[in-house]
């Protein structure tokens, strides 16, 4: 039995916790002990008496907000504060105060490199779980983000020269007996990396050195929606209801020959109501996808690695909108496969009810969704994967 | 030897470390363990001392003033941070009762820190509050606003306490703890430590045990001398960010006033205008114990550097950043000792605030105020408040009273 901590620091949205809640339910099934440090409190607070939780260790922002988005992975945790030292320090401290006090066995990080930097300092076992973006595949220097735009190799260099001195420098001043990171790239060295993803729709493509366990959510669990009708095109969404482009998008599938599902998070139910048709049916909140996408033409989503792989395993095309960098870089994969089209971001919204309608009368991408190599891929059990890992 | 907590939740800059660190180098001098959980953790490394302490993150909202207005009252503040949403509260209690709980505190020391309260409250833990008058409201029902310069909503107030206070309990029982009857009751402790004086109590008059002199710590920083020469002694500590930084600057320098700055970040090019023979630009802080003696004027952001250099008869022109350096800003006004300018202020009217501040009526109120509190010493009074916990965690009964000379151990 070991008592396993959860951190995660960094990225919106409800995936991180999501994931690492079915994980750690896993590993507690096996019999060990977890916690959870979480940046933000709120998906904890869901738990209540039956869980133990922490606040993650914070790092302050620079003074100067950052005039362009970062070019590499070093830039992001320079522009999140782990180019200064004494954040560094502050931040590092505050986890080891944080392994000892619910004394850990072993670490599990969910996009959490403060997590990360002070288990090696500390030699707390760890594995990294996510969905591929978190951890990059370590080279000197740090690549470029996007891969597709012309960087001078000096801007990356730049960049991972001031993480390194940040992060040195921090654990300089706590002392840590482990080894400095040598280069830039060892801050994003993990010794497990556990992808609940597939390698064909891993951001950065498939690698050899890391362990893909698809994902881990259940798409069969949620509330039910069903298809009403036999008419085709089924087109079925799944986006944020904050996206400036719903409203088009709404209005070009309600136009669609077929039958439509809506998923649109965070819409008011009202607003719900009011925008569903007889052939849209628009929902505020998460549905099962399993049984909708069993049976359907199109998925509509913004590339995040979940839904993207259960609409592949199901054999359903995809029209991809992404909505940050991780998505498009998830979205690239795919339509190098053939089996998605994704939006342009540069194109004007009222070009959307047209590339929508096409998606949606497109053989192509259908006929290579249908042959995905994904398709009745099955996921395997992430908590037993990263139990053995740390031979607990 | 016993476990002293400090807990820091809400509020910035240096002020909440440097006080709690003073205080703890007190008790750890005793053999006590401390524990340091914190707001902000960058901020360790100007009390070299906390490398012995354990040290921990504070539970933090992390949608902290979304959508807040200009807080009337101790609810609104709350209010946006985390107490608007009973899971967010949740998921903030829960994460001071794990620290708490696995750390096993015999004290708890809180500073600008309701959760904490709350989180040591429901688990029955001994605890005593520590701050400048603004981090513990009077615990009336409903509590008092604390502002005191627009009309008050009481209505709006009062709503907003019953949403505070339902969402507190829904946190309570949702972890398993009693709910409150009142919301007053957070607030209960062992000992208000209120480092102030009544005159500057930011909600004015209050029930207490007494009031325990500004927390300050000047024994810390290089010794400066003030340049030579006639011309008033000012003290100027700003940050880079003031609007007003370059107006302010060039009027001084306008002037033959004796200088000493303190802006910390100050670029190379503003500090070569500005440097002169009369004008010293420090790049560290300056040790203000014998120094403040001998100054005419301290321009500040405000808060507890300003209620201290009262306590050496020392007048203050504010820049107040946020509500509670105006709070303390407009009680230094009420008395007579001080001059505030907002952000909204224009270069135009700092020749007048000066003139006005430097106004020897003021500086000779100020001396009167600073005469009355005499006897006031912040080493005694870390000393009193040192001896007065370990009075608690030894279950005496004893009251050390904050200002007499008796009673002390």
């Keep these: 039995m070991a008592r396993v901590l959860f951190a995660w620091e960094l990225g919106g949205d409800l995936g991180h916790a999501r994931r690492v809640f079915e994980v750690a339910r896993g590993l507690r099934r096996l019999g060990h002990e977890t916690a959870f440090a979480f940046q933000d409190l709120l998906a904890l607070g869901a738990l209540g008496a039956s869980a133990e939780w922490f606040q993650a260790p914070l790092i302050a922002s620079p003074a100067t907000a950052p005039t362009r988005p970062p070019l590499s992975h070093s830039e992001i945790l320079v522009y999140r504060g782990y180019g200064d030292a004494l954040s560094v320090a502050g931040n590092t401290r505050g986890w080891l105060g944080l392994f000892s006090l619910w004394k850990a066995d072993a670490l599990v990080a969910d996009y959490a490199p403060g997590a990360l930097i002070a288990a090696r300092a500390a030699r707390l076992p760890h594995v990294s779980i996510g969905s591929g973006f978190s951890t990059p595949p370590p080279r000197d220097p740090m690549p470029a983000l996007r891969s597709w735009a012309a960087i001078e190799e000096t801007a990356l260099r730049r960049a991972d020269a001031t993480l390194l001195a940040g992060v040195r420098g921090g654990l300089e001043r706590v002392n840590a007996s482990a080894a400095l990171p040598a280069n830039a790239s060892d801050v994003f060295r993990v010794e497990h990396n556990v992808l609940c993803t597939w390698p064909e729709i891993d951001p950065f493509g498939a690698r050899a050195d890391a362990e893909y366990v698809g994902p881990q959510d259940d798409p069969s669990t949620g509330a039910e929606a069903h298809w009403r009708a036999s008419a085709r095109p089924r087109v079925f969404a799944y986006v944020k209801a904050h996206d400036p482009r719903l409203p088009p998008m709404l209005d070009a599938i309600a136009r669609l020959p077929g039958e439509a599902i809506v998923v649109a998070l965070g819409l008011a139910p009202a607003q719900a109501a009011a925008r569903s048709t007889p052939t849209m049916q628009v929902h505020s909140q998460p549905v099962a996808l399993g049984p909708l996408l069993a049976d359907c033409d199109l998925c509509i989503s913004h590339g995040g690695p979940g839904t993207v792989a259960h609409a592949l395993n199901a054999g359903v095309a995809l029209a991809l909108v992404p909505q940050h960098l991780e998505q498009v870089l998830v979205a690239r994969q795919v339509v190098s496969t053939g089996a998605a089209v994704m939006w342009a971001p540069e194109t004007p919204p009222a070009e959307l009810p047209r590339w929508i309608a096409e998606a949606a009368a497109n053989e192509s991408i259908r006929k290579a969704a249908a042959g995905s190599t994904l398709r009745g891929r099955k996921s395997h059990d992430a908590a037993a994967r990263v139990a053995a890992m740390l031979g607990a | 030897m016993a ?350 605030a000066f003139a006005g501040v430097l106004d020897p009526r003021r500086v000779d109120i100020a001396r009167t105020y600073a005469r009355r509190y005499a006897a006031f010493s912040p080493m005694e009074q870390r000393r009193r408040i040192v001896a007065r916990i370990e009075e608690l965690i030894q279950g005496r009964g004893a009251i050390l009273s904050p200002t007499s000379s008796q009673g002390t151990p």
Excluded at chain 2, 71 to 79: E, F, L, N, Q, W
Excluded at chain 2, 191 to 202: G, N, R, V, Y
């Design chain 2, 3 to 352: 476990r002293i907590a400090f807990a820091w939740e809400m509020g910035g800059e240096y002020g909440h470390v440097m006080s709690c660190a003073a205080l703890a180098a007190g008790l750890a001098a005793h053999g006590h363990r401390i524990a340091f959980m914190f707001r902000e953790l960058r901020q360790l490394s100007v009390v070299p001392e906390a490398r012995d302490y354990d040290v921990f993150q504070a539970p933090r909202c992390a949608r902290e003033g979304v959508g807040a207005d200009v807080p009337a009252g101790y609810v609104d503040i709350m209010s946006g941070c985390g107490y608007s949403d009973p899971r967010e509260l949740t998921g903030l209690l829960g994460g001071w009762r794990s620290l708490m709980s696995r750390w096993q505190p015999d004290m708890v020391v809180v500073d600008f820190a309701p959760t904490a309260l709350l989180a040591a409250h429901s688990l029955g833990l001994p605890r005593v509050t520590y701050g400048n008058g603004f981090f513990v409201p009077p615990r009336s029902t409903p509590l008092p606003p604390f502002r005191f310069d627009a009309p008050i909503d009481v209505g709006r107030l009062a709503r907003t306490e019953q949403a505070v206070l339902a969402n507190t309990n829904a946190a309570l029982v949702a972890l398993g703890a009693k709910p409150l009857l009142r919301l007053a009751e957070l607030f209960d402790a062992d000992e208000h430590f209120i480092c102030t004086f009544p005159e500057l109590d930011h909600y004015g008059n209050r029930e207490t045990s007494g009031y325990w002199g500004p927390r300050v710590r000047f024994d810390r920083g290089t010794d400066v001398p003030w340049p030579e020469g006639t011309g008033k002694k000012i003290f100027v500590y700003v940050k880079t960010n003031l609007p007003l930084l370059d107006p302010l600057l060039d009027h001084l320098a306008s002037t033959e006033h004796r200088i000493v700055a303190y802006i910390p970040g100050l670029d190379e090019a503003r500090r070569r205008r500005f440097a002169s023979r009369k004008r010293v630009v420090c790049d560290r802080p300056v040790r203000l114990e014998r120094f403040l003696r001998d100054c005419d004027l301290l321009v500040s952001h405000g808060g507890e550097i300003s209620t201290g250099a009262l306590m050496y008869g020392v007048p203050s022109l504010v820049f107040p950043t946020h509500y509670e350096q105006y709070a303390t800003a407009r009680r230094l006004e009420q008395l007579n000792v001080g001059v505030w300018l907002g952000p909204g202020a224009t270069a135009d009217l700092l020749p007048r």
